[in-house]
């Protein structure tokens, strides 16, 4: 089968590799859609920890082909999405429904094999039916159940003002998510002039591009000079998770949903608004929850069946497998604006 391996640093290699066997409790999935993360792109440039060879993808999706001979739950030909995460069950915290916390994890696309090949061998556990979507959605589920356990945890009322900084995949997924809620005033923060004309497009009431214009000064002219009751960091940047501080109203909260890639250093203001406007931070890592995998997936996977979210217009580029590198070209140096790439590990879908 076609694998597209990762030999050193954003280094690929469209090799020829044995298609993997199954244990007597796993799926083999014939992949049909694999997207990006974006934290794949910080680790095409900041390193990569799993060593090499590596496969990545874990955003996927695609068809069952195999079953194991314990497997009775599925049938050959089911439509899935894939559960990347692989928490141990046995520690302290897998036994308290924290799976996201379990120290000995393993991951698809990272420590593992994920879905930048054409087959996956995973645990049956791990498969979810997404019934008629499309692969692309059902590869998109990943994401939107990490979206969904932040709103989860922020419970949005209506009424509220949210901010959402950040309108990548998670964050645009968010503002969705929030407009489904019922919330009306959402405020979206970035500093790319086409996310925040997205961000516009799918529900916010605002948006601020943070490099041009004075991010305080506007948010107190939106919201009163109170401040917003929700903020999402989804940005992942040490500046925007110092800014959600400076623009939560009193009591308000704050879900860092975005991963950190340096030292974040508050100055006294910021730190101080913490204990003096009693924040409530939260952090959201991951999507899981018990039952394995969670509310999340099962909420993220009904959304998008039900049509309450949509979720193809998030894919702006689109690439056989032969051409990975050049994708993570363009990703790694930014040399398009894009939101979600998508990979075929079966080829290119018609476009008849």
Not at 102 to 109: A, F, I, K, Q, V
Not at 219 to 231: M, S
């Amino acid at each position: 089968m076609k694998a597209a391996v990762l030999e050193a640093l954003n280094q690929f290699s469209i090799k020829d590799i044995p298609q993997p066997d199954i244990g007597p409790q796993e799926v083999l999935v014939k992949v049909m859609a694999a997207g990006t993360c974006g934290s794949d792109s910080h680790k095409m440039i900041q390193g990569w920890k799993y060593g090499y060879p590596a496969i990545m993808g874990h955003e996927f999706a695609g068809q069952i082909v195999a079953l194991g001979a314990q497997i009775s739950t599925f049938k050959v030909g089911q439509r899935v999405a894939v559960i990347p995460f692989k928490p141990c069950f046995h520690c302290y915290y897998c036994q308290s429904g924290y799976f996201q916390m379990c120290p000995h994890y393993s991951m698809l696309g990272q420590q593992e094999p994920g879905g930048f090949e054409q087959y996956v061998a995973v645990p049956a556990r791990n498969v979810l039916d997404i019934g008629t979507m499309s692969y692309e959605e059902g590869a998109l589920i990943e994401p939107l159940a990490v979206a969904v356990h932040a709103l989860l945890k922020a419970q949005p009322q209506v009424g509220d003002t949210a901010i959402v900084f950040g309108l990548g995949t998670i964050g645009d997924l968010i503002v969705r998510l929030l407009q489904a809620s019922g919330v009306t005033n959402i405020i979206g923060v970035d500093i790319d002039a086409q996310k925040l004309q997205a961000g516009l497009n799918e529900g916010c009431s605002h948006v601020v591009n943070s490099r041009q214009e004075d991010l305080e000064k506007q948010i107190q002219q939106y919201t009163a000079n109170l401040g917003a009751d929700i903020v999402f960091e989804c940005a992942g940047s040490q500046i925007t998770e110092e800014q959600t501080l400076l623009v939560t109203k009193r009591g308000g909260k704050i879900l860092y949903v975005g991963i950190a890639y340096a030292d974040v250093m508050l100055h006294q203001r910021a730190f101080e608004n913490i204990f003096r406007h009693e924040l409530t931070l939260h952090g959201c890592w991951n999507s899981y929850s018990a039952p394995f995998p969670g509310k999340a997936w099962s909420a993220a996977i009904a959304l998008v069946n039900k049509q309450t979210i949509t979720l193809q217009d998030l894919i702006s580029h689109k690439f056989a497998l032969d051409d990975i590198q050049a994708a993570f070209q363009m990703i790694t140096t930014h040399a398009q604006s894009y939101n979600k790439v998508m990979f075929y590990p079966q080829g290119l879908p018609s476009t008849d």
